[in-house]
Structures are given as C-alpha cells and as structure tokens.
C-alpha cells in the first residue's frame, strides 16, 4: 500500500523517503563530505559540536565528539547541487508548498565509539518562523543504525507545537517527564535515503557505539511565504531553491 507522503507527514511530524540518492550519487557526495572534513581537521578550529547537555551526561562518552560545520553549500559546488536536487525539493514542496527556501545546513560526523548523544529537542526554538513550516531533511551519507547513533524521534510530538525551553539544555517537565532517548523511535536508514521532519518533531540521538563514522548532511527549509523571527539564532542564508521568497527586502538580503 502506497504511503501518502503529506498526510503521514502532518499526523506523524515526519517521513523517510528511501533511496532518494542512489549509490553513485552518494558516492561521489561521500566523497565531497569527506573533504570538508579533512578541510575542516586542517583549520585549527574548534570543530568539536558535541552537545554536553545535562540530559545525555549519563550517556554521552566521556571524550564524546562530532565534527560539524554550517552550510556545506559553501565549500562545494556539488554539494549546492544536492541541496537543489529536484526528487528531493519535489518532497519538500508536498510539505510546505512550492516556495522553498534554504536557511541552513550542517554536516555532521559522529565518530566510531565516541561520537555524541544528542538530548531530545525541538528545533524550532533555534529558528522560529511566524507560520511554523520550518523542516528538516536528513540526507544519509553513510548508513545509520541503532547502534550508531541513528536519529530518534516521538511520532506525533509534532502535534506539541512550540514548547518554551525545549532546545535540550533543560528538562522540560511536559516533554522529558513523559519521553526519553531509550522510548524514542529508532529511524534506521541506509545511505541515500532521506528523513524528514518537522520543527517541533521531538528527536535526539544516542551515541554512536558502533566502529563505523555515521555521516549526514542536514537540510533545513521553510516557506517562502512564511518569515523568521528576529530572535533567530543561526545563520539565514535565504537561497530560494523554488518558487518565491514574499518576504524579501533590500534590507533583508544586504546581509547575506
């Protein structure tokens, strides 16, 4: 029985779409994530994300680590290609409509044995938007099992709306008094297929305990009708992947 994609997505504040990148494109993808990491080894900077919340302190390894970086847009051309692959913008748009617009991505490697836990959270209070259709989507470089570290997430939790404080730095009584890492659901993915989910969709993940690197490219993408809110804390890149941004000033964009 053929899933309707938009409907699941609204009941269930997520959706994974498998093998939307077949294995050559992953492979030369793999190939481009791989040199932004060697690229990013060689710049002396602090590229240690690891979250150390209080909420995965019990988990998390005692030298826990990932390696992170904004906007891989930036370093490759061909990454800029993935982010305008038209399967994967044809996906988004049954979700928010055909203006499509990039705020962000990010590169994630969490490292064999070592690489961190992420607390339960809800994204929308890093980038918060007036209409709320701000999403996510998960390209899987590698593959991502359970035992890896594979995202989590609370079906339905989505249906929540916006809870203060619930950027995983607190315990919130409402969401981590009823759900936890160990409750969540596992999302197993091979390497090419796509989740995506919605900004209050509560996830997380757990340590990578595995002796594999889990690789993933993060996407996160909102209406071109819709506008963020000043108090937004990452970067707002405002490329249109599709359609039209309604929102667009001079001053708005003199910035980018």
Same mark, same amino acid.
């Given at each position: 029985?053929?899933?309707?994609?938009?409907?699941?997505?609204?009941?269930n504040?997520?959706?994974i779409?498998k093998?939307?990148?077949?294995?050559? +494109?992953?492979?030369?993808l793999?190939?481009?994530f791989?040199k932004? !990491?060697? $690229?990013?080894e060689k710049?002396?900077?602090?590229?240690?994300?690891?979250?150390?919340?209080? &909420?995965?302190?019990?988990?998390?390894?005692?030298?826990?680590k990932?390696?992170h970086?904004h906007?891989v847009q930036?370093y490759s051309?061909i990454?800029?290609?993935?982010? @305008?692959n038209?399967?994967?913008?044809?996906?988004?748009?049954?979700f928010?409509? $055909?203006?499509?617009?990039?705020?962000?991505?990010?590169?994630?490697?969490?490292p064999p044995?070592?690489?961190?836990?992420?607390?339960?959270h809800q994204d929308?209070?890093y980038?918060?938007? +007036?209409?709320?259709?701000?999403?996510a989507?998960?390209?899987?470089?590698?593959?991502?099992?359970?035992?890896?570290?594979? !995202?989590?997430?609370?079906p339905?939790?989505?249906?929540?709306?916006?809870?203060?404080?619930?950027?995983?730095?607190?315990?919130?009584?409402k969401l981590?008094?009823k759900?936890?890492?160990y409750?969540?659901?596992?999302?197993?993915?091979?390497?090419?297929?796509v989740?995506?989910?919605?900004?209050?969709?509560?996830?997380?993940s757990m340590?990578?305990?595995?002796d594999?690197p889990?690789?993933?490219?993060?996407? @996160?993408?909102?209406?071109g009708?819709d506008k963020? !809110?000043?108090?937004? $804390?990452?970067?707002n890149? @405002? &490329?249109?992947?599709?359609?039209?941004?309604?929102n667009?000033?001079?001053?708005?964009?003199e910035?980018l």
């Amino acid at each position: 029985m053929k899933i309707d994609k938009k409907v699941f997505f609204k009941n269930n504040g997520y959706y994974i779409e498998k093998g939307l990148f077949n294995k050559s +494109e992953i492979a030369v993808l793999d190939k481009e994530f791989n040199k932004i !990491i060697s $690229q990013l080894e060689k710049s002396g900077e602090n590229i240690n994300a690891n979250w150390r919340s209080d &909420l995965t302190k019990d988990i998390d390894p005692k030298n826990s680590k990932i390696i992170h970086t904004h906007n891989v847009q930036s370093y490759s051309s061909i990454m800029l290609s993935m982010v @305008q692959n038209k399967k994967l913008l044809k996906i988004v748009e049954s979700f928010i409509g $055909q203006d499509i617009v990039l705020h962000h991505t990010k590169l994630f490697l969490k490292p064999p044995y070592i690489g961190s836990a992420f607390p339960l959270h809800q994204d929308w209070s890093y980038f918060p938007t +007036e209409k709320n259709t701000m999403i996510a989507a998960v390209i899987h470089i590698s593959d991502s099992t359970d035992n890896m570290g594979c !995202i989590r997430l609370i079906p339905e939790s989505n249906n929540l709306g916006k809870v203060k404080n619930s950027d995983g730095h607190s315990f919130i009584k409402k969401l981590h008094g009823k759900h936890s890492l160990y409750s969540a659901t596992s999302v197993e993915a091979r390497s090419g297929d796509v989740l995506f989910f919605h900004s209050c969709t509560l996830h997380g993940s757990m340590p990578n305990k595995s002796d594999k690197p889990r690789k993933t490219i993060l996407i @996160q993408l909102y209406s071109g009708k819709d506008k963020i !809110i000043k108090d937004n $804390q990452h970067t707002n890149v @405002q &490329l249109v992947l599709k359609g039209w941004n309604y929102n667009s000033t001079r001053k708005t964009v003199e910035n980018l």
